[in-house]
Every structure is written in C-alpha cells, then in structure tokens.
C-alpha cells in the first residue's frame, strides 16, 4: 500500500473512504464531544468525567481516556489550523478556505481514525493482497464508522494486532505476549468491551506463566492509563466509562430491541432486560468459547474463535450501534483470505453490517419524514430527528435530503400515517430489520461454527 504504484481499485477505495470523511458525522454524538473539548478547558482534561455532574448530561464522557484525549487534541489542532487559514491574505485563496472549511474540519477531526483505517488496510494487504486491503478500505463497517466519526477503527486496529501478534513467526515469546498485551490495553483504552477478547487470547497461551504475564502487562497498561482519572473523580469515572452503558436501555439493532421496541420502552420492561443481558451474553460467550476453544499454536482456530466470540457480542449484547461492526471487521476479512481462502465471509459480514445499520438510519429518517421527534435510548429522551440528521450531513447534500423529505412529507398518505399509524409503522419495520439482523447473524455464527468443526 506504501509503494510507489497502487491498484486503481485502491486509490478508489481511498477517494471514497476520503468523500464518506467529509459528507458528514453523526451530529448528535459530535455535539457532545465538543462538549469534551469545552469541560477540559473549563475544567481540566482530568476532571472531564465529572462535567456531566456541573453542566449536565450533555456533558457526558462514556469513554475510557484515550478517545477523549484523541478528540480533544485534534480539536484544538483543527482549532488552530483554521485560525491559520483565515490569516490568509490573498482574497481568492481565503473565499476558497472559507468554503472548504466545513470539509476540512472534518477530515482534521477524523484524521486518528482514518489513519487507523488506513493501517488496517496496509496490514492486511501486506498478508493477504489488493483484495483484503480493497474490502478493508470500503466495507461497510469501515465506512460507516469513519463516517459517523467514530473511534471504534482504533479499537480493531489494535485487536487485530493484539491478535496477530501471538502469531508472529518468532522465539521472543516475552516480546510477543508483552506486545499482545499492550495492544488489546490500547483497545480497551478505547473501548471496554475489548477486554472480552481476553477470553479467546489467554485460552491461546499455551502456559500460565505466559497468561500471568499476559494478564499482568494488561492490566497495568489500562490502570496506570486511568488512574490519574480515577484518582481525580472516581465515582464519575466509573459511572461514565462502566455504569452508564450497564444501565442504557437496548438500541438499535440489538435483538433486546424488540421487547423493548413493542412495549413502547416501558421503564419495567426496560428493567428487565437490564438484568437479563447479562447472564444471556456471559452464557453465550462461555458456551462459544467452551466449544470453540483455540488450540496453543494453531492460527486458524485463534481467528476462528476471536472472530466467532465477536459475532456472539454482535448478537446477545442490548446495544449494537452501526459502528460496533468494526470492531472484528479486520479479523473477520484476516479469516475470510487465510482460512476459507477467498473474501466470501468478509462479504457477507459486509452484508450482516449494512442489515445491522439498516435500523439506525430508519430510526432517524423515519421520525424525520413524519416530521416526529426521535427517541434517545441512552438518555431516554425525544430530540428532533430532522434538526439531527440535516446537522449529520454536510451541505449541499443535507439541503437536497431536506427539499426531497419535504416533497415525500406533503403526500397525502404521510399525513394519514403520521396522524393514526405512526408508532405501528416505526415499530413494524424495527421489530423486521432487528429480526433480519438477528437471523443473519445466527447464519453467520453457524457458519463459523461448521468451519471450526471441520479436521
């Protein structure tokens, strides 16, 4: 991917994965990270977590350190930059700047996770060829996080190199578990739910000496990366980063929508699914890890079952957003090319993906056709889904989506299903895409599970 000539199908894949940066973000979830940037000037980096205390659940820091700390200085880089530009003295350069701006912004801020997404995509072209970095580069997990500004590219890249690591080719085995161990940190860094993948990885050290030392390097790197955090607010921290996602009800694609979605978000319901998902998910994880356990020194079933225990989070746990795809995405493809020797799987988890998003995006655009408020999940609240999906996309393009909404919005139909059938039609069609999702996730999972039985 670093060398002097590129396929023409890589350097599309790159153009478009640049377009997707600069057609927009998800407005809801950028809002609050500009909050991030606002609480550490008013407060300080350290006591980020307790701004949505002060200042309210606009505020609020659901991250571990490390993306915040990514966000806020690519803020206050792309802050100063655009200062830089509006000193431009040359009238026809600055109209210009000026006009860029937006895209530019964009790109700036999302420059940590497009690199992330380009590494992926070098990594996996260097092992398998143009056709791994290709699906890389332009699946639908990969866009739609780059998209949506999201950090999850960040996380897989480093599962993946927690991952292959293990499989390097050499006797240091201090240096590879030490290594190991340190990148799934830095994922989990970025995200807790990487510390799952600890399962499959400790199963895969053949020795408890080598796990010890796994589990050790491990755990320091992520508390000694938190505890100026902890140290500083505790009770926020904690609340933030573990409490908060423990007690959101289910969202989007998650097959613990449905109930959720047929009740109406009844806070009972919501409550007792709250204290189902959890056994639900520790069941399947251990009952998929139990079976397809990976063997000390055998490749394939350390992909097989990394790959297979994200497909059962993918599946049991009460929040799948369109972003949490990425997560495994490169393994998935490292799977596809060195096991089933082609991108068959790659593709149709792209196809598992573009079902998974199918009902994010409907929940949005949905409401905002009907000219309805959309329900916030996390906050249990109504916004304005029509303000959140035209701020979501950069203009032109928002204002031709808001022109062509309005045209389908005045049929004479909408306005008699806005009036008697709204929330029948916005819980049918959940309760359907949610239920495709599940049934290709499952066929996805067996279909692991077939390979992994095999001699």
């Not at 431009?88 to 000026?98: A, H, K, N, Q, R």
Request: charged residues 10%; glycine residues 4%; contains cysteine.
């Amino acid at each position: 991917m670093l060398g002097v000539r590129l396929p023409a199908k890589i350097v599309g894949a790159v153009v478009a994965l640049l377009i997707v940066a600069v057609i927009g973000w998800n407005y809801y979830d950028v809002s609050i990270f500009f909050n991030w940037v606002k609480a550490a000037k008013q407060l300080s980096l350290l006591r980020i977590y307790e701004a949505s205390v002060l200042f309210g659940e606009s505020y609020r820091a659901v991250y571990p350190p490390l993306p915040i700390l990514l966000f806020v200085a690519t803020a206050r880089l792309s802050s100063r930059i655009v200062s830089y530009m509006h000193s431009v003295s040359e009238p026809g350069l600055l109209d210009f700047l000026l006009v860029a701006q937006p895209y530019i912004v964009k790109v700036l801020l999302k420059t940590p996770i497009i690199a992330a997404a380009i590494v992926i995509a070098i990594l996996l072209r260097r092992r398998f060829g143009d056709d791994a970095a290709f699906l890389a580069l332009i699946g639908v997990p990969t866009l739609m996080t780059v998209g949506m500004l999201q950090f999850d590219t960040i996380l897989a890249l480093f599962l993946y190199l927690a991952v292959v690591t293990l499989l390097a080719p050499t006797k240091r085995r201090e240096y590879i578990v030490l290594t190991s161990a340190a990148c799934l940190a830095i994922a989990t860094l970025t995200k807790p739910i990487a510390a799952a993948f600890l399962l499959p990885i400790l199963m895969y050290l053949p020795s408890k000496r080598e796990r010890f030392m796994y589990l050790a390097a491990f755990s320091i790197i992520v508390l000694a990366a938190s505890a100026p955090f902890l140290a500083t607010e505790p009770r926020a921290f904690i609340e933030n980063v573990l409490g908060f996602h423990l007690h959101r009800p289910p969202q989007y694609s998650s097959p613990w929508s449905i109930p959720a979605l047929l009740a109406g978000y009844r806070q009972s319901v919501v409550d007792i699914l709250n204290i189902l998902w959890i056994p639900v998910t520790a069941a399947a994880m251990a009952l998929v890890m139990t079976r397809y356990r990976p063997r000390p020194g055998n490749e394939e079933s350390l992909l097989l079952s990394t790959v297979m225990l994200g497909m059962c989070l993918l599946i049991t746990i009460k929040v799948v957003n369109p972003d949490y795809f990425m997560w495994i995405y490169p393994l998935v493809i490292a799977l596809s090319f060195r096991v089933l020797k082609g991108g068959g799987l790659a593709k149709l988890y792209n196809v598992f993906s573009g079902i998974g998003i199918a009902w994010p995006a409907a929940s949005v655009i949905i409401p905002a056709i009907f000219s309805k408020p959309m329900y916030i999940q996390e906050t249990e609240s109504f916004v304005s889904a029509k303000n959140i999906l035209m701020s979501s996309i950069s203009p032109p393009l928002n204002r031709i989506l808001e022109n062509v909404m309005s045209a389908v919005g005045k049929k004479h139909v909408l306005h008699i299903a806005a009036a008697a059938t709204y929330s029948h039609i916005y819980t049918a069609v959940g309760v359907t895409l949610i239920g495709c999702y599940l049934a290709i996730g499952i066929y996805l999972l067996l279909t692991l599970a077939r390979r992994a039985c095999q001699p």
